[in-house]
């Protein structure tokens, strides 16, 4: 059996890749268990050699990487490099964090015994992600695996699963060893997840998706107590203060709003704009975003790609139509064309408007005002979601008061963009559990053992 994978600015077939079952599933367990004593004993410096290997073989293959990304994906061609490179600082960071796994040795309280720790690879390990990053996604997944030392059965979104077989062939020629990944491409995600999750060998889920589903899959993973990593949904506030240097944070918004055309986790989902220059940021955000370039992603001028698939446009669309009707403003786009959707500003979006609710995942900014702090603290974390917050001001104050009280695993202050592979990114509240990248990356597959070592 096979499906079809699918260019989605122009609908034509780019590939028929092979649809597991089930069963497939539980081979590529079979493997990853037969594999996982080996690879775990295999020294950290050569764990961190495949690694560094692979980089190197991704970056040699950047633009058939970046094709791969633009024409599965549809985002336009310097960010899908922009995502090989991100993708290939994973596989960087992780192999120099392979031989930096570490443990303690410390005296009891009572001076009787001592106490040692090590920290032990956790097991086979699924590794699911999104249409979103294709690539990067992955290798923030798979790089902390594989140099913890645990082996890995990775399936792909089913919109894009070209990337990712491109990457395990990669690390095939890196010298990673057989069984130690599988990457598992299926059109039916749930009976194959939810098999893999009811084996007591699996030991670990790391999950890159929506809340809806990482809810679904942390109630099955219950079932065997599994480790879990859920990088979940966001609706980042991007505020603004009246005290901010406005070029940058105009800069900072359209870099927040339409990086990956806004189909992203850390996108910015509700502009707060403190009213004395909530005028002057609308217009001059919705005159950059008119001038914002609509084409497909292999068009060399192409700003702004196709929306995935229809099911995501109609999602906009709806979103936007909602805003319109409880009252506001469309200062630029607003109209879908074919699979595009343009860079869109609305203005005096109300409070009840169910874009404020949802994810947007389109390149749509809804902009709101507020007046003074405590009032842009309550808009801001008004949110079952908790992944990042945006803050423009001037005032240091203000900065600290506020990203403290800020409801979010990260924050951008001054920055439109928080991701790179050396911080710890993941969130709160419902975005999710654990961290990727940075130190903190490397833990979510490690479990700690405790020896007490007696001296007598
Ligand atoms: P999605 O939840 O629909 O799918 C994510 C993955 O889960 C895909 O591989 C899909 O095949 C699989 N899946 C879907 N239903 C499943 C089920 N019932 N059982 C098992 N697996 C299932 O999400 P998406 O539309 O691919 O991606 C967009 C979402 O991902 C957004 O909510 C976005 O915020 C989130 N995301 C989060 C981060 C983060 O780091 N926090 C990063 C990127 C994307």
Redesign the pocket.
Known sequence: MSFAVRDPATGEVLDEVFDAGPDDGIAALDAAVAAQEAWAATPPKERADVLRRAREGMLARIEEFALLITREMGKPLAESRAEVNYAADFLQWFAEEAVRISGEYRMSPGGDFRIVTTRQPVGPCLL??????PLA?IARKVGPALAAGCTAVV????DTPLSCLLLAEVLTGAGLPPGVLTVLPTSR??PL??RLLADPRLRKLS????????R??LAQAAGNVLRTSM????NAPFLVFADADLDAAIDGALLAKLRNGGQ??VAANRFLVEEAVAEEFAARLADRMSRVRLAPGTDPGAELGPMINSRQLDRVARLVDDAVARGARVLTGGQASGPFFPATVLADVPGSALIHQE?I?GPVAPISVFKGEESALALANDTPFG?VAYLYTGDLGRAVRVSERLEAGMVGLNRGLVSNAAAP???VKA??LGR?GGFEGISEYLSTKYLALGLT
């Open positions: 699911i992600s999104p249409w979103n990053f996604m399936k792909p979104a089913e995600p749930a997840v939810e999950f890159t998706g929506s809340t809806q589903v990482g679904t899959l990088e979940l949904g966001g992203s986790c994810e995942f992944l990114f993941g969130g975005s999710g990727e």
